[in-house]
């Protein structure tokens, strides 16, 4: 399995991003993949979900962005997208596209495969 991410950048606080990751190399779609997420480092800090999204349909949100991220996936064309509304500084963080065969994951090491990861960067 590949994952691209695409769609970082630098923003101001108070406005949107849309992440995308790019999944190639699953014989069916990324709905054959039982837990997709979104994951995010800040420089110096440990790597922790976002947002996951499993095939079962459970979906997790961290607190910190409830209300305001949106994990979702588009079956036919193989993408995982996060969609990030008013965003804040405390945002600032590599995030990274990750894949799971657990039914149901939050935590960093339950996930075996990674993109390279999309720098998101919000100013004040």
């Known amino acids: 399995v590949h994952l691209a991410e695409s769609g970082g950048g630098l923003v101001q606080a108070g406005g949107s991003l849309r992440l995308s990751c790019a999944v190639s190399?699953?014989?069916?779609?990324?709905?054959?993949?039982?837990?997709m997420g979104w994951l995010r480092q800040p420089p110096g800090k440990e790597r922790k979900s976002v947002a996951t999204i499993s095939s079962s349909g459970s979906i997790y949100y961290a607190d910190s962005v409830k209300g305001r991220f949106t994990i979702s996936r588009d079956n036919a064309k193989n993408t995982l997208y996060l969609e990030m509304n008013n965003l804040q500084p405390e945002d600032t963080a590599m995030y990274y596209c990750a894949a799971t065969e657990f039914a149901y994951a939050t935590m960093a090491y339950n996930f075996a495969e990674w993109g390279q990861g999309t720098q998101v960067t919000v100013s004040s």
């Open positions: 190399g699953v014989s069916g779609s990324i709905f054959d993949i039982p837990t």
